[in-house]
């Protein structure tokens, strides 16, 4: 059996502090000292390891004595150095920028370039690093970089900027047994460097401050951190996110994908804009390795799984083609998911577009050619990606109602289904807000268009809106639904259903060009309403069975006068070219389509229906969304339309007021509804802590209110402040002065059952409560004790504790 290795004894410890004053002879003892008292040494011999401190150097004598110190070449190869000198590896990221991960609070470094070096800590420094830095922004000599690195003891992300020598020292530390750090360079400062600890956070403190107070709510900086937000989708997502340019896409050693089809679709990405074929050689959950498609080539790559069990790294990578990369016709890794993947953005930012259209502009960007169909199917996905399953939407209808009906009472809200067996179908949806048929009947002329569009989503239908004008001849929806088609019988429940909206007001005008079934709908519904023909319809109806130029001037001459006499005279003019003419007219357009007909009660004389051809076009952009998006969104676009000064942006928060006291406060695709003379938002936060949340904040700025004092609960205010410490506790004397009263029964103690074992008297800490973190007097920093403190004192802390400390003792 071995001996057991034994520790280092005095003499040998002595020489290898000779070898290191050899080693930095020619450096000031300063300068020595900062750079010697991190590093451990090691016995070449047995590997025990112990720390070479500043204290013990500066009270050796050797230091004082240099005449008995070794001389050897430097150059030579020495055990004894060798083991003490420090490799680390710096991983540079450069040329990118932070910005906030999505759904999250963490910063992300996106669009930069990595490289790697391999420094000796001995002879590499700060200014070493500025200098490797600044040679990859050759172009911008003057410009101001930030370098910062990760504080790892952090419970929360929190990057520690390398501004001077002493954060230098703190890095190579805090990374000593990893031996590799990643550096991040950037141009402009981070929008926000989360505190170290949050205020639930429990700190032990070294430092006795007899001054402290405790506080039971958090601080004022608390309120602002983004780790103190209401908005839970803040807080869902603490994981790194990955991006990707899909413009021009990268593939590098050390690239990261969130999960294994992020990767392929990259990878599928890469291949088709830099216009090359790709074989796939393995692949399962946990790897995958790609060669180039000509077996000749040299280009390969290869990514695994991570340690997390869910990020895909790049492990190897040979980027050189040695052959003629070509694009081939209708290229297989052009698939229905990579479609998918690259039109989502034009689709979210123009609307409904034609896989025709699709298919041009993905020859154009990606000179790839990709057949109709496929491109038909990657765009079908997308919009389910988008915005869900069509048969979800139909599901989830009344769930929408109810909303609605809550939301915003007193509107109509109807649903009509159409049983087949045992199920029921989706068949009709109406919607009147209340604001909208009150605003109609308070203020807006009794005049209203009727006319439906087509939908150009997977299912068809039609798209119907009752449109009003206001008093500055603009478009006020009264009323919207979907019909499945336009008939008497669909046309007669969307007007049952809007005469419970707005009944019958007097002199009440409907204007329609005569769609199939309407007319009829409107005399069973309306019979006793003024009709109105739009004449551009009539004289498109007219021109297919009599043309000629003579007959169109004289119709829109006779549809615009006032005059009965001049309309007479001029449907004369047309009955002596033509008497079959007239009489046309008189069967099939028997509603009101001249100015000299109109009643003088509506106050209105349009002559076309262009107010519903207005709404029409309002709509179009979101005609092919499915049903329950579709509903919703005309009703969040009525929200902007009845503000006047609609979407002023206040940050990043978007306001669309409904009325004076009432909005919408939309933030990153979220959305909250904000009352403010009750003082409610949807987020809770107001009511619970009677202070204005972001979101009411954001409505108070928007409406400009310069009493800000009326948001706040009284609780919060200096009166309540006063009145809640009005009061005085009187005192009391000593026990031998109580007044004593005479009982009849003796009291006892309660009657406690004794545990078994030794009583407890300190608290049972929780599985899941946060462990308290100790804080270093003389650093400043968490995770560690004075006496282990390897790092350099922080300005003024170390004074400061040690002082009170000392004022403590004497006390």
Request: glycine share 4%; aromatic share 12%.
């Amino acid at each position: 059996m071995s001996k057991p290795q034994t520790r280092q004894t005095k003499p040998q410890k002595r020489e290898i502090f000779k070898a290191f004053i050899t080693l930095f002879s020619s450096s000031s003892r300063e300068n020595f000292c900062l750079r010697l008292f991190k590093y451990r040494c090691y016995k070449h011999s047995n590997k025990s390891r112990y720390f070479i401190t500043t204290d013990s150097l500066l009270s050796s004598s050797l230091m004082d004595n240099e005449v008995d110190a070794p001389r050897w070449d430097i150059s030579a190869h020495s055990p004894i150095i060798e083991q003490v000198i420090s490799e680390f590896k710096f991983k540079l990221k450069y040329g990118g920028f932070f910005r906030l991960a999505r759904n999250s609070c963490r910063q992300v470094y996106c669009f930069g370039s990595t490289k790697c070096l391999y420094i000796d800590t001995f002879s590499y420094d700060l200014n070493h690093l500025v200098e490797e830095v600044k040679k990859h922004y050759p172009s911008q000599s003057d410009i101001v970089l930030s370098i910062v690195f990760v504080d790892k003891y952090a419970k929360e992300q929190c990057f520690i900027e390398l501004d001077n020598d002493k954060s230098f020292m703190v890095m190579l530390n805090m990374y000593d047994k990893e031996k590799e750090v990643t550096i991040y360079a950037t141009t402009e400062k981070l929008r926000y460097n989360p505190k170290p600890l949050s205020c639930q956070d429990k700190v032990i403190d070294e430092s006795d401050d007899e001054n402290e107070t405790d506080s039971v709510c958090p601080s004022q900086e608390s309120y602002h951190s983004p780790h103190s937000s209401d908005n839970e989708y803040e807080l869902l997502n603490y994981g790194e996110t990955y991006a990707y340019s899909k413009v021009n896409p990268f593939m590098k050693v050390n690239s990261k994908f969130p999960s294994v089809i992020a990767f392929r679709r990259a990878l599928n990405h890469y291949a088709l804009t830099n216009e090359f074929e790709y074989v796939i050689e393995k692949s399962d959950l946990t790897r995958l390795t790609a060669c180039c498609g000509d077996k000749k080539c040299k280009w390969r790559i290869h990514a695994s799984l991570t340690q997390d069990g869910v990020t895909f790294e790049v492990k190897f990578f040979i980027e050189t083609h040695s052959c003629t990369r070509s694009n081939k016709s209708g290229n297989k890794h052009a698939t229905q998911g990579w479609i998918a993947d690259v039109v989502t953005d034009k689709l979210k930012s123009e609307g409904d577009v034609s896989p025709a259209d699709l298919k041009k502009w993905l020859m154009h960007t990606y000179n790839v050619e990709v057949p109709y169909m496929r491109v038909f199917r990657g765009r079908e996905q997308a919009y389910t990606d988008m915005y869900g399953k069509w048969d979800d939407s139909y599901a989830n209808i009344y769930d929408f109602k109810k909303e609605l009906e809550k939301r915003n009472p007193g509107s109509v809200v109807e649903i009509d289904l159409q049983t087949v067996g045992e199920k029921k179908h989706f068949l009709r949806f109406f919607i009147s807000l209340t604001t909208c048929s009150k605003g109609f009947l308070a203020g807006c002329r009794p005049y209203i268009g009727l006319d439906a569009c087509h939908l150009k989503g997977k299912i068809n239908g039609v798209l119907a809106a009752a449109t009003s004008i206001d008093g500055n001849n603009g478009m006020f929806p009264v009323a919207y639904g979907v019909l499945e088609a336009e008939n008497t019988k669909s046309w007669t429940w969307f007007l049952a259903s809007l005469k419970k909206a707005i009944g019958t007001p007097n002199g009440l005008v409907i204007s329609s060009d005569m769609q199939k079934g309407l007319e009829l709908a409107i005399t069973q519904v309306y019979p006793n309403i003024e009709h109105r023909e739009c004449i551009r319809h009539l004289c498109s109806n007219f021109k297919k069975h009599f043309r000629g130029d003579f007959f169109m001037s004289k119709l829109w001459e006779a549809a615009n006068t006032y005059s009965v006499s001049k309309h007479d005279r001029l449907l004369n003019e047309i009955a002596t070219k033509c008497a079959d003419a007239i009489s046309y007219l008189n069967e099939n357009h028997k509603k009101i389509s001249s100015r000299s007909k109109f009643g003088t009660l509506v106050k209105c004389d349009y002559i076309t229906n262009n107010i519903s051809e207005t709404f029409n076009s309002w709509v179009g952009d979101i005609r092919y969304k499915p049903v329950l998006d579709l509903l919703d969104a005309i009703r969040e676009k009525l929200m902007e339309r009845f503000d006047k000064k609609m979407s002023k942006n206040l940050g990043e928060y978007q306001v669309c007021r409904s009325s004076d006291n009432k909005a919408e406060v939309k933030y990153k695709g979220y959305r909250w509804d904000v009352v403010l003379d009750e003082k409610k938002c949807s987020c809770r936060k107001w009511q619970v802590t009677g202070l204005p949340c972001v979101h009411a904040v954001a409505f108070i700025a928007f409406t400009r209110e310069p009493n800000w004092d009326k948001y706040v609960d009284t609780y919060f205010t200096v009166d309540k402040f006063k009145e809640a410490y009005a009061l005085e506790i009187s005192p009391m004397p000593g026990k031998d002065q109580w007044v004593n009263i005479e009982t009849v029964e003796k009291i006892y103690p309660p009657i406690i059952k004794r545990p078994p074992g030794r009583p407890k008297k300190n608290r049972i800490i929780p599985h899941d409560e946060p462990k308290k973190r100790h804080r270093c007097p003389r650093c400043g920093m968490y995770g560690h004790h004075q006496r282990t403190c390897k790092n350099l004192a922080s300005e003024g802390f170390d004074e400061a504790s040690s002082s009170k400390r000392k004022e403590h003792k004497i006390s």
